[in-house]
């Protein structure tokens, strides 16, 4: 099962959800994000949060469209896309797509990233995606990407303080065992060669994010 959860990030940097309704069985959305599933037609299967962030018009439409709704006091521990998680991971889901998380306040644009590694501990895999990039974490082993004819540039980050033994094959720019640390800039902006690239380590969590150069939006 593959869910997609649509949090209230500005819409400005929202990816167009309607190209991922196709691979998504349950649309979740958290706050406004509910109201981004319906302005773009698709089934709100879930809607859950404080729903502080919406109009009076909006959560009218929300009651109304969403098959599941769950409204909670703003003043709560749990932000409501953390809600959202919780949510998702009920169902026990193989993939979660996160979309409006990013492109707001910085404080939450970060939390949102370390939120991956909840699902990571759980062996769900989890990215989040917009209008310009795609951020995933990665345990070690050897994984393989696929290029993409939109998000070109792939840049990969030590999510934890170090990453061990890092190769790359197939990438313009290739990587043998090498440990890259918080602050290097060593593996940012590389590409495929040809259709798949395979990056490998053995210690540490790894960051991938594929990425379009903004003029070419």
Known sequence: MKIGIVAGGPEKSLADLSTYNDIIDIWVGADKGSAYITKHQLSLDIAIGDFDSVSNKEIVNIRK?????????????????????????SYKPEMVYFFGVTGGRLDHELVNIQLLYQLLKKDVKAVIVD?????????PGEHKVMKDSDREYISFLPFTHHVEGLTLEGFYY??????????????VSNQIINDIGTFSFHDGILILIKSIEPFKK
């Open 65 to 89: 469209q969403a098959k599941r709704f769950k409204q909670y006091p703003v003043e709560k521990d749990e932000t409501d896309l953390e809600l959202a998680v919780r949510t998702a991971l």
């Open 131 to 139: 209008n310009s990039n795609q951020l995933s974490l990665h345990m």
């Open 174 to 187: 290739p990587l043998s065992n090498k440990t890259i640390e918080w602050g290097t800039t060593l593996c």
